[in-house]
């Protein structure tokens, strides 16, 4: 056996959930597609496990790579009913796979794709903790790369899911919202000074949504570090429908209009923004999404 068989195993036990949902839902006694995507998830813990424990036992080609892993966490990142478990079982799994490739497993490489996949788990999750954990989740990747694995080097996917993580932050303490605003702003901030990952629209939109949670209406400060970003938004050419969207929650319609130099909000059809303003989104499907 090879540790493919775990991509399989996975993508045949969701085949399994998804053609027989009544069943595997009685089963469970949790009804709905949360039940489904817990079982889903568990079951493919439990072929992490048993992988390991053959190759404990001498089935050396059992044991679980990088490529496994990262389909564990992507089911995790699916699960409609994440947990502070998924959120701080993703932190260890990158930090197990850290040692262990330190350790000489090079098959257990942390690289891109399974930290970008882990982030995108914790960011779903409904851990109060999300946002300290994506940061040591990015501590973890400077770490790796100190060590010479420039595989782990973060990218825009990267920096996006962790503003997002502040974004959606669900501890609503007021210090938690000050340090997770000052996160995404520095950021942002050093993508600016360092060039080498730049902004796109999904950072921009995220941005104004995370300005809009985490001040508070009394801050003067708001308004105007929206407008601003907008306004960066524009001058980069990066303005999405969705940046456009998140504008329109956080502001007033005057204050829009201060924002935009107009009365017309550009809110609807994507071909209404300005194309100055949209040049450089170069796919507007993907990038308006957050």
């Avoid at 679980?64 to 966490?73: K, N």
């Avoid at 825009?156 to 899911?161: C, K, T």
């Avoid at 319609?253 to 209404?272: C, N, P, Q, W």
Wanted: proline share 2%.
């Amino acid at each position: 056996m090879e540790a493919r068989l775990f991509d399989l195993c996975t993508k045949c036990t969701w085949r399994l959930v998804m053609g027989a949902k009544d069943g595997v839902g009685l089963a469970l006694g949790a009804g709905g597609a949360a039940g489904y995507d817990l079982w889903c998830w568990a079951r493919g813990g439990i072929i992490i496990e048993f992988m390991e424990k053959l190759n404990l036992l001498g089935q050396n080609k059992v044991k679980p790579d990088t490529h496994c892993y990262t389909i564990l966490l992507n089911t995790y990142a699916k699960n409609s009913a994440a947990t502070d478990d998924i959120s701080t079982g993703s932190l260890q799994i990158l930090e197990r796979l850290s040692r262990e490739f330190r350790q000489g497993n090079n098959s257990v490489c942390p690289d891109i794709i399974i930290f970008n996949t882990a982030l995108n788990a914790i960011v779903h999750s409904d851990s109060k903790e999300k946002v300290k954990i994506c940061q040591k989740v990015l501590m973890l990747m400077d770490a790796e790369q100190q060590r010479g694995n420039l595989k782990a080097k973060p990218d825009i996917v990267s920096l996006n899911s962790v503003i997002k993580a502040c974004a959606y932050s669900r501890d609503h303490t007021a210090e938690s919202k000050k340090e997770a605003l000052k996160l995404s702003l520095q950021i942002y901030s050093d993508m600016k000074s360092e060039g080498d990952v730049e902004p796109d629209a999904v950072t921009y939109a995220s941005l104004i949504k995370a300005c809009n949670f985490l001040m508070e209406p009394s801050d003067n400060m708001k308004v105007k570090t929206i407008v601003r970003l907008f306004r960066r938004c524009c001058e980069e050419g990066k303005v999405s429908q969705f940046v456009l969207k998140e504008l329109q929650a956080s502001l007033s319609a005057d204050e829009i209009r201060v924002a935009i130099g107009s009365d017309t909000l550009y809110v609807g059809d994507v071909g209404s923004i300005p194309k100055q303003w949209r040049r450089n989104v170069l796919n507007t499907g993907r990038n308006s999404k957050c």
